[in-house]
């Protein structure tokens, strides 16, 4: 199977999560891996008022595999603490 190297190619991630990520200077697969799921889901926050914690689920399924629905259900907390967390962290 050939790896997926454009954002738009991982599952759960469509145009407008695909332009919101460009936005926020994430452009390729391997810079989306290198962030992680949390840190993406901020930056992108921080440019776009637009995204909503579905982006957050659609981030982690995009990078494990699993559909956004999945990760809302069973990764839901530990997405919320880990998202709580990064927000505590000085700038």
């Known amino acids: 199977m050939t790896p997926i190297k454009t954002i738009?190619?991982?599952?759960n991630l469509g145009?407008?999560?695909?332009?919101m990520l460009a936005l926020a200077g994430?452009?390729?697969v391997e810079q989306l891996r290198e962030v992680g799921t949390?840190?993406?889901?901020?930056?992108?926050?921080a440019v776009s008022?637009?995204?909503?914690?579905?982006l957050l689920w659609a981030l982690e399924g995009a990078l494990t595999g699993l559909s956004w629905q999945?990760?809302?259900r069973t990764e839901r907390t530990r997405l919320l603490l880990a998202?709580?967390?990064?927000?505590?962290l000085p700038a």
Do not use: C, F, H
């Open 26 to 28: 994430i452009d390729s």
């Open 38 to 45: 949390v840190a993406a889901y901020l930056r992108v926050k």
């Open 70 to 72: 999945q990760v809302a």
């Open 15 to 19: 145009p407008k999560s695909t332009a």
């Open 8 to 11: 738009g190619g991982l599952p």
């Open 83 to 88: 998202l709580d967390d990064q927000q505590r």
């Open 49 to 54: 008022d637009r995204a909503s914690l579905n």
